[in-house]
DNA sequence: GTCTATAAATGGATAGAC
DNA sequence: GTCTATCCATTTATAGAC
């Protein structure tokens, strides 16, 4: 009966600190990098104590690493809804791929990626949670995708459907996905991307087309 | 003459120890992130005083982008070598893409790539340096050497022998380097790679031949 | 659970001797 | 140029009141 009573008086605001705590860390993680964040930084940018953050989480590492968790769940599940959408083969090859080279350049998945990036040796679940939630899952889908594109007589892959889909959504990871990874434009040139993208699919259609 | 004095004097190990910090520097923040090093640590690591350091550097961000256009100028000389080696177009692409795709999974480059990534927005003039003195430079060489290739009627390009480069080089970031950056395997798989970048001649060389 | 206050150690950077 | 010793702000983490 007390845990009862705990749990109606506390369902307001209390239930929502952590959710604060997690975004404060996530923006000031992004900002600074992970070892030049301090815990006292993080208490201030989400309005609480210090004493609060660690009676949810258990110390910085902790914290670092449940954040980045649910950030990638929730990063990747925009580009994960890639499905096919109707038309021809060429058609919706070149709008998975225009909506994943511009998902790859997005201010919010380009700052996700370089904590990933520069924290994985350090935080090994991250780099795997990272790469299950988005790259692996994606691979998966083109490929299945293509499978049923050379079964249906529309692509001639030779039964390596899970490599062509490699080779094409490396063609996507193009210049514009290295240039905002290493911060070097101001924003990103969608026309360039949209170039980038047909080229990419109409090499990809003259290379397995039967 | 007083300056002359000086520099015999001090020939000997003076003249070494930037050069011991930077390689000391450079193996923590590998290893710990630009955030979490302190300059004691450093100190300790190349064997030096603090002051020392500070007789060199003028602090910590100094000492820290220096040493980085170091790294970066020299790894890359590694694969800025890559230049067309005797034999058919298809041997010679398969060549370079091996060459390329190997290097891109090399632990020091890996280390060296997350640490570029992690900091370029920091430190912008690090990411340019890292740019200018790899991908750009080897995409300008692989897209001449396509075009003398199509000059020679070996390759129907229609002229965008650039994107064609970018194309190809795209396709040698692969899912085995994406795996390497993340920290998912304890070493790379390097029949992996060769076969990797077979698909991906032969895929270019069907897209593109005359 | 949440706060204020503080402990105990470490951070970047410098002074002054040699 | 190089060292030892040190300044003072900041660090992670906790104690104790409410």
Redesign the pocket.
């Known amino acids: 009966m007390e845990a009862a009573r705990?749990l109606e008086r506390?369902a307001g605001?209390?239930?929502?600190?952590?959710q604060q705590i997690r975004q404060a860390a996530l923006r000031l993680f992004q900002e600074q990098g992970y070892?030049?964040?301090?815990?006292?930084?993080?208490?201030r940018e989400a309005?609480?104590?210090?004493?609060?953050?660690?009676?949810?989480f258990?110390?910085?590492?902790e914290l670092f690493e449940d954040m980045m968790k649910s950030a990638c769940r929730e990063e990747w599940v925009a580009v994960s809804m890639l499905d096919a959408v109707p038309g021809d083969l060429g058609a919706e090859l070149r709008a998975i791929g225009k909506a994943y080279a511009e998902f790859l350049v997005e201010p919010r998945v380009v700052r996700l990626y370089r904590m990933v990036v520069a924290e994985s040796p350090r935080f090994p679940e991250l780099g795997r949670a990272f790469f299950e939630a988005g790259p692996r899952l994606i691979t998966g889908k083109l490929a299945a995708y293509l499978q049923r594109a050379e079964a249906q007589g529309k692509l001639a892959l030779g039964g390596a459907s899970n490599r062509a889909a490699q080779n094409f959504l490396a063609m996507l990871r193009c210049e514009p996905h290295l240039r905002a990874i290493l911060a070097l434009d101001k924003s990103p040139e969608m026309p360039e991307i949209a170039a980038i993208v047909d080229s990419a699919t109409d090499m990809f259609l003259r290379a397995y087309r039967p």
């Open positions: 705990k506390t605001s209390r239930a929502m600190k952590p070892g030049a964040v301090s815990m006292d930084a993080i208490a309005g609480v104590s210090k004493a609060t953050i660690y009676a949810h258990a110390d910085k590492a």
